[in-house]
């Protein structure tokens, strides 16, 4: 028997025991859809959730010197205190839904104590204080960045010790959704003016500006193609981490929940490296971010959640996990039709 006919009967099996439960068929809709890829990816009748972990990789980017922000670049370091301290939105969402919470500073501009308080964990795994300036040059060298995706391989391991199965990605970095735009212009091949949008919420001036600095990037660097150099010349060092993170939990066979504009960025060139990749994937959510559907469209992918959100940090994984847990209890735990 082939693999991919081993693959198709256990799909066969899963989707009758959907179809079987005390309910008409199709009636959870997206539920069924999300327990079916669930039981795929642990290729399992009774899937389990352990240990859930969102990770938050921190990195300052040298083109906020361009004002391509809302905010100083200052803010990236003030919110990772934040994040130690409980006080964000994704530390909220964490302890409301169980995950457990670890912060990297893989390039923030200024140092921190290595501490644990509550819920989250700081680790400290630095390659630089902060991308450099794209505009004049790389933002990373290719050294920095493999170290910086080593970065996010590094921490998937761990947690993957710690016996967890499900992971999250979140980042902070002001002046990140600049990278991320580059990164999606130029691995989709769609104009820059669809990619861009307005961040933290610059004014129309701002959004104006930004969009002319970036196309002075892209121009710059129009014969970079090869995915680990645009991610590289083009990226953050915390969407690097993330890239590695993802492809060391596909790697695990994790669950993979994804986040917004920036982590979508992110698995952009985790999949151009990596393209089943995706099959671990859980999309959260569709960001408010202007470019962020049509980067779901070119991946072809569906999300669970559409609440205009446009933060960052992990917060639609976050908010996205429940449903997960329903899909699973469904599966697992609702009674068939044989049993009436």
Same mark, same amino acid.
């Given at each position: 028997? *082939?693999?991919?006919?081993?693959? &198709?009967?256990?799909?066969?099996?899963?989707?009758?025991?959907?179809?079987?439960?005390?309910?008409?068929? +199709?009636?959870?809709?997206?539920?069924?859809?999300?327990?079916?890829?669930?039981?795929?990816?642990?290729?399992?009748?009774?899937?389990?959730? *352990?240990?859930?972990?969102?990770?938050?990789?921190?990195?300052?980017?040298?083109? =906020?010197?361009?004002?391509?922000?809302?905010?100083?670049?200052?803010?990236?370091?003030?919110?990772?205190?934040?994040?130690?301290?409980?006080?964000?939105?994704?530390? %909220?969402?964490?302890?409301?839904?169980?995950?457990?919470?670890?912060?990297?500073?893989?390039?923030?501009? +200024?140092?921190?104590?290595?501490? @644990?308080?509550?819920?989250?964990?700081?680790?400290?795994?630095?390659?630089?204080?902060? @991308?450099?300036?794209?505009?004049?040059?790389?933002?990373?060298?290719?050294?920095?960045?493999?170290?910086?995706?080593? #970065?996010?391989?590094?921490?998937?391991?761990?947690?993957?010790?710690?016996?967890?199965?499900?992971?999250?990605?979140?980042?902070?970095?002001?002046?990140? @959704?600049?990278?991320?735009? !580059?990164?999606?212009?130029?691995?989709?091949?769609?104009?820059?003016?669809?990619?861009?949008?307005?961040?933290?919420? %610059?004014?129309? =001036?701002?959004?104006?500006?930004?969009?002319?600095?970036?196309?002075?990037?892209?121009?710059?660097? *129009?014969?970079?193609?090869?995915?680990?150099?645009?991610?590289?010349?083009?990226?953050? !060092?915390?969407?690097?981490?993330?890239?590695?993170?993802?492809?060391?939990?596909?790697?695990?066979?994790?669950?993979?929940?994804?986040?917004?504009?920036?982590?979508?960025?992110?698995?952009?060139?985790?999949?151009?490296? &990596?393209?089943?990749?995706?099959?671990?994937?859980?999309?959260?959510?569709?960001?408010?971010?202007?470019?962020?559907?049509?980067?779901?469209?070119?991946?072809? =992918?569906?999300?669970?959640? &559409?609440?205009?959100?446009?933060?960052?940090?992990?917060?639609?994984? #976050?908010?996205?996990?429940?449903?997960?847990?329903?899909?699973?209890?469904? !599966?697992?735990?609702?009674?068939?039709?044989?049993?009436?």
């Amino acid at each position: 028997m *082939t693999v991919a006919h081993e693959n &198709n009967t256990f799909e066969s099996t899963i989707r009758q025991r959907i179809d079987n439960k005390t309910k008409p068929l +199709g009636a959870l809709g997206r539920l069924e859809e999300l327990a079916l890829q669930i039981a795929l990816i642990q290729q399992s009748e009774t899937p389990v959730l *352990t240990n859930p972990h969102l990770i938050i990789f921190a990195a300052d980017h040298g083109i =906020a010197a361009e004002g391509v922000s809302a905010y100083p670049a200052g803010v990236t370091y003030g919110m990772v205190n934040n994040f130690m301290a409980g006080g964000a939105a994704i530390n %909220v969402f964490c302890r409301q839904n169980g995950l457990k919470l670890l912060v990297c500073d893989v390039g923030v501009v +200024g140092t921190f104590d290595a501490n @644990t308080s509550g819920n989250e964990t700081l680790v400290k795994y630095k390659i630089r204080p902060g @991308t450099r300036n794209m505009r004049h040059e790389p933002a990373m060298t290719l050294d920095e960045c493999a170290a910086a995706m080593d #970065a996010g391989r590094t921490l998937v391991n761990g947690v993957c010790y710690r016996d967890c199965n499900i992971v999250g990605f979140g980042e902070m970095g002001i002046g990140n @959704t600049s990278a991320a735009a !580059l990164l999606m212009h130029r691995l989709t091949g769609l104009p820059l003016e669809q990619c861009v949008g307005r961040g933290t919420g %610059v004014d129309d =001036a701002g959004l104006a500006r930004k969009l002319a600095v970036l196309q002075d990037v892209a121009h710059k660097y *129009t014969d970079v193609t090869d995915p680990m150099a645009v991610l590289a010349t083009m990226g953050g !060092l915390e969407i690097a981490a993330i890239v590695g993170g993802m492809l060391q939990a596909a790697e695990n066979n994790l669950i993979i929940l994804v986040d917004g504009f920036i982590a979508t960025s992110a698995l952009l060139v985790a999949h151009a490296l &990596n393209p089943d990749v995706l099959r671990n994937c859980i999309f959260c959510h569709q960001s408010d971010e202007a470019g962020h559907w049509l980067m779901l469209e070119f991946l072809h =992918a569906r999300p669970l959640l &559409n609440l205009n959100l446009r933060l960052g940090e992990g917060t639609g994984c #976050a908010l996205a996990y429940p449903l997960v847990q329903a899909a699973v209890g469904m !599966l697992t735990d609702m009674a068939t039709m044989d049993s009436l």
